[in-house]
């Protein structure tokens, strides 16, 4: 298969001078991903979306940015889906933010962490890949009830 031009490809999207955000098909894949709630799934490609290539580390989820950049209404919903994608390996914290205007910066952990100053983690210790690595620990609820099995032999008993 031949190769296609840079060129080409940007004529057949919307946004031709934009950014692209990429997220591998691994970590879409991943039992991590797959089990996250809608919320915390949103709000990955929100912080996802920020990414530059030069800026893993220094990403921002904070209330006011994503109250003001993306729309997000509910602080305790954001806080909920933040722990959610820090406990299942997806974004990991760099640095802790403070009183009175420093907000905490995250990275994905799919892509290497960027050199940056004032990161609270070093380049060695980033834990690239840990979402694959994710395994339940079994107390997750379940979203969905199973299906009521011989529902139709259930009805017909009624009458």
């Given amino acids: 298969m031949a190769k296609v031009p840079l060129k080409e490809i940007k004529q057949k999207r919307d ?3 934009g950014a692209v955000m990429v997220i591998p098909h691994v970590v879409l894949n991943s039992d991590a991903y797959k089990s996250l709630s809608a919320s915390a799934k949103g709000l990955l490609f929100d912080i ?3 990414y530059n290539t030069i800026n893993n ?3 921002l989820a904070s209330w006011r940015y994503m109250s003001e950049k993306r ?3 509910s602080s305790d919903l954001l806080n909920k889906a933040k ?3 820090v406990a299942h390996c997806l974004i990991e914290q760099t640095v802790q933010g403070r009183l009175p205007n420093k907000a905490s910066w995250y990275g994905l952990t799919w892509c290497a962490l960027d050199t940056i100053k004032g ?5 060695q210790s980033w834990p690239r890949g840990a979402y694959s690595r994710w395994k339940s620990t079994g107390d997750m609820k379940s979203k969905r009830k199973p299906p009521i099995k011989n529902h139709l032999v259930r009805t017909a008993d009624k009458y």
């Fill in 15 to 17: 946004g031709s001078s």
């Fill in 48 to 50: 996802a979306m920020q």
């Fill in 57 to 59: 580390g220094a990403l």
């Fill in 71 to 73: 729309g997000w209404t």
């Fill in 83 to 85: 722990k959610e994608l």
């Fill in 119 to 123: 990161l609270e983690i070093a380049v």
